[in-house]
């Protein structure tokens, strides 16, 4: 009993001076962002206050990947930051500098061969060299070096997928876009309905939406237990309450595209492997929530202004944000005919009135003139000329292939929530790249980046089985 009470004592001295000397370093540490406060130098103060969670974050590719996917749902420009790269470059570059660290101390510093490599690397060599002959290489260089970061963002996810299970890594990226969805629910209806509501995240959250819906369906579908089902089908409604908020036509399309393919696919998967819960889950989504989603929306007086604009698909002659993306198109169709080999160089198209004068002239010219084309395909066609094009076309046929082969192969129940979240996934990047924006830049970039380094993680051979 005395050598316990003495071990007690002892232990109690111990921290008593472990805290004593902490709390004088501390101290001592506090005082260079103190003194940088007092002088009006807040931003040096703040990156100096940074720096010890910057090293924390380097030692986890875990945490570093939470602090990137969440930072990557805040849309924050420059001019708010006061630096042309945003938080989530930041964050991004703190994540892939974590895997590196990571992957050349503690493991065998050698490099796999994935089946998304090849079409990658094509992109990026069609890019670069539309960037060599580019009408002003000056404007190629932020978008090169954007396509170059996707594919290290690319291997940072499948090398994390290698450590941590890749249905967490997708759950958490669902989870967080649940979070930004609830808080634009609650601003569009407290609004009435009358604003278009993209959050905190901006015009990005249309892809999100356009990802995360069909996702938490799939999640829906095929969760085993019954509070899983409930609790992702709550999530489902909120995502898609959040999508319907931002009125996109694109989104919209894109869900009334996707959803029917994952219904009928997952219906027939689970057909073939005798999954009674998740045929009986598809049948009661066709039979009664979609009919209460239509009255609902149909019945309510918050939806008036998305009515008016499902109108203008209809209208006699194009107009308003129908008649921009259709001018975009002639233009971006013109400029590839400028230079179809390597076209008028990636980045380039804010200037296509300089190449194209008689855009000039145009009524809409106004609105074309530093736009992007909101057509990947036909922006890479003008930008990069045939080879981006062929590029990126069978990046989107190869992840659509590879989403297709895992959900054909995969028998075990366990894995098919992200079996069929992936394959979906894969599907909306595929047919999107025709007639929306983005996807390969910015916010949205990132997300191409977490879907295709799954996707080859779970489609290495060995790996068809990725567990939870």
């Given at each position: 009993?005395?050598?316990?009470?003495?071990?007690?004592?002892?232990?109690?001295?111990?921290?008593?001076?472990?805290?004593?000397?902490?709390?004088?370093?501390?101290?001592?540490?506090?005082?260079?962002?103190?003194?940088?406060?007092?002088?009006?130098?807040?931003?040096?103060?703040?990156?100096?206050?940074?720096?010890?969670?910057?090293?924390?974050?380097?030692?986890?590719?875990?945490?570093?990947?939470?602090?990137?996917?969440?930072?990557?749902?805040?849309?924050?420009?420059?001019?708010?930051?006061?630096?042309?790269?945003?938080?989530?470059?930041?964050?991004?570059?703190?994540?892939?500098?974590?895997?590196?660290?990571?992957?050349?101390?503690?493991?065998?510093?050698?490099?796999?061969?994935?089946?998304?490599?090849?079409?990658i690397i094509a992109l990026i060599m069609a890019t670069v060299l539309s960037a060599v002959f580019a009408y002003k290489p000056s404007l190629s260089v932020v978008?090169?070096?954007?396509?170059?970061?996707?594919?290290?963002?690319?291997?940072?996810?499948?090398?994390l997928a290698g450590k941590m299970s890749s249905f967490k890594i997708l759950g958490y990226f669902i989870h967080i876009f649940t979070l930004f969805s609830l808080?634009?629910?609650?601003?569009?209806?407290?609004?009435?309905?009358?604003?278009?509501?993209?959050?905190?995240?901006?015009?990005?959250?249309?892809?999100?939406?356009?990802?995360?819906?069909?996702?938490?369906?799939?999640?829906?579908?095929?969760?085993?237990?019954?509070?899983?089902?409930?609790?992702?089908?709550?999530?489902?409604?909120?995502?898609?309450?959040?999508?319907?908020?931002?009125?996109?036509?694109?989104?919209?399309?894109?869900?009334?595209?996707?959803?029917?393919?994952?219904?009928?696919?997952?219906?027939?998967?689970?057909?073939?492997?005798?999954?009674?819960?998740?045929?009986?889950?598809?049948?009661?989504?066709?039979?009664?929530?979609?009919?209460?989603?239509?009255?609902?929306?149909?019945?309510?007086?918050?939806?008036?202004?998305?009515?008016?604009?499902?109108?203008?698909?209809?209208?006699?002659?194009?107009?308003?944000?129908?008649?921009?993306?259709?001018?975009?198109?002639?233009?971006?169709?013109?400029?590839?005919?400028?230079?179809?080999l390597t076209g008028i160089g990636i980045g380039n198209f804010r200037v296509i009135d300089d190449l194209l004068t008689n855009l000039k002239f145009d009524a809409?010219?106004?609105?074309?003139?530093?736009?992007?084309?909101?057509?990947?395909?036909?922006?890479?066609?003008?930008?990069?000329?045939?080879?981006?094009?062929?590029?990126?076309?069978?990046?989107?046929?190869?992840?659509?292939?590879?989403?297709?082969?895992?959900?054909?192969?995969?028998?075990?129940?366990?894995?098919?929530?992200?079996?069929?979240?992936?394959?979906?996934?894969?599907?909306?990047?595929?047919?999107?790249?025709?007639?929306?924006?983005?996807?390969?830049?910015?916010?949205?970039?990132?997300?191409?980046?977490?879907?295709?380094?799954?996707?080859?993680?779970?489609?290495?051979?060995?790996?068809?089985?990725?567990?939870?």
């Open positions: 009993m005395r050598n316990a009470a003495n071990t007690i004592s002892l232990s109690r001295d111990l921290w008593k001076r472990f805290s004593l000397k902490l709390t004088f370093l501390l101290i001592l540490a506090s005082v260079p962002p103190v003194f940088l406060l007092i002088s009006n130098r807040a931003i040096p103060a703040l990156i100096y206050l940074a720096v010890p969670f910057v090293f924390l974050f380097l030692c986890s590719p875990r945490y570093s990947f939470y602090l990137f996917a969440a930072l990557n749902f805040i849309y924050a420009p420059y001019f708010m930051t006061g630096f042309a790269v945003h938080p989530w470059d930041i964050a991004a570059f703190i994540f892939i500098g974590a895997v590196i660290i990571s992957w050349f101390f503690k493991y065998s510093p050698t490099i796999d061969k994935t089946a998304l490599d090849y079409s978008p090169t070096a954007r396509i170059i970061l996707l594919y290290f963002m690319f291997r940072s996810i499948y090398y808080y634009n629910c609650i601003m569009f209806f407290s609004s009435g309905g009358s604003l278009r509501i993209f959050g905190i995240s901006g015009i990005a959250f249309e892809t999100f939406c356009m990802i995360g819906v069909p996702v938490s369906l799939a999640f829906a579908i095929w969760s085993e237990k019954k509070a899983g089902r409930f609790f992702y089908s709550i999530i489902f409604l909120i995502n898609l309450a959040a999508t319907i908020a931002t009125m996109s036509r694109g989104a919209l399309l894109t869900l009334f595209i996707a959803v029917p393919v994952l219904l009928f696919v997952s219906h027939r998967k689970a057909k073939r492997m005798g999954c009674n819960y998740a045929r009986r889950y598809v049948r009661g989504f066709v039979m009664v929530l979609i009919p209460l989603l239509l009255i609902a929306v149909v019945a309510s007086g918050y939806f008036l202004l998305l009515g008016e604009r499902l109108e203008e698909l209809g209208a006699d002659q194009p107009t308003g944000t129908i008649l921009l993306r259709l001018s975009l198109w002639k233009a971006a169709f013109n400029g590839f005919l400028l230079d179809p809409v010219r106004y609105y074309i003139v530093g736009m992007s084309f909101h057509n990947v395909f036909l922006q890479y066609l003008s930008e990069t000329g045939l080879p981006g094009a062929l590029a990126i076309f069978f990046l989107g046929w190869t992840a659509f292939r590879l989403g297709r082969r895992i959900m054909h192969k995969n028998d075990q129940k366990s894995d098919m929530p992200l079996t069929a979240a992936l394959y979906i996934s894969s599907f909306v990047f595929f047919i999107t790249i025709f007639y929306m924006r983005a996807w390969t830049w910015g916010q949205e970039g990132y997300v191409l980046a977490i879907i295709l380094g799954l996707l080859a993680r779970v489609c290495r051979p060995h790996q068809i089985s990725t567990g939870r």
